[in-house]
């Protein structure tokens, strides 16, 4: 089970719709899940933070850091990005990543630009809309995005997202910061059961997009 005893990073992405992507339930099994989340707040500092897992299910890093973002926009990208930068030393570059945010334009955004990364001219189907002072972090973001094998973002509720108490209490939970630093491989993959075409899910159908 995640932390705080949510769900497994792999039931929640499991359940939750990949904006402008759809997909077969056999093709959105990943290596590694990372949830990310940031706060904020006007009259005392915000927090970021990141849980991620194994597609087993092992916990691999938790993240509880206090920021000050300008704004809650701003505080979701920063998480993202610090969420992908731990994951990334922690994880083969071959990696299959699946990302859970409770931020519809940030999961957007994401898989607007793993798309665009398969277009022969990189162009994305559809304009970003970055926060402007969130432009280096979504710069960070997308490097990030192209050191992993295959990524995509799932869009999840604030009150499902197990990085949300991280980010939102980041004191109460600082002792998350001293656990011992993890290199996690997941077990290998469940055979595929399944014989002819598949169908993706009603809840992760996007019927304007393709993938």
Request: aromatic share 6%.
């Amino acid at each position: 089970m995640a932390a705080h005893g949510r769900p497994a990073l792999r039931d929640l992405f499991d359940e939750s719709p990949t904006p402008h992507i759809a997909h077969p339930p056999e093709t959105h099994h990943r290596d590694f899940y990372v949830a990310t989340d940031g706060s904020y707040r006007a009259d005392r500092p915000g927090g970021l933070g990141a849980v991620i897992e194994t597609r087993d299910g092992t916990r691999v890093a938790r993240v509880a850091s206090s920021d000050s973002p300008p704004d809650n926009n701003v505080a979701e990208y920063r998480a993202l990005h610090l969420g992908l930068d731990v994951l990334a030393a922690r994880a083969p570059s071959t990696a299959r990543v699946g990302i859970l945010v409770d931020h519809d334009d940030l999961a957007a955004n994401v898989n607007n630009a793993l798309l665009a990364a398969r277009h022969p001219n990189w162009e994305p189907t559809r304009r970003f809309d970055i926060p402007e002072a969130s432009v280096n972090h979504w710069r960070g973001i997308r490097a990030r995005l192209s050191g992993f094998g295959e990524a995509r973002a799932a869009r999840i509720n604030s009150d499902q997202n197990p990085a949300h108490p991280l980010a939102n209490e980041p004191s109460r939970y600082a002792h998350v910061n001293r656990e011992p630093d993890r290199c996690v491989l997941p077990e290998p993959a469940e055979p595929s059961r399944t014989t002819g075409p598949q169908y993706p899910p009603p809840s992760r159908a996007d019927r304007n997009a393709s993938d």
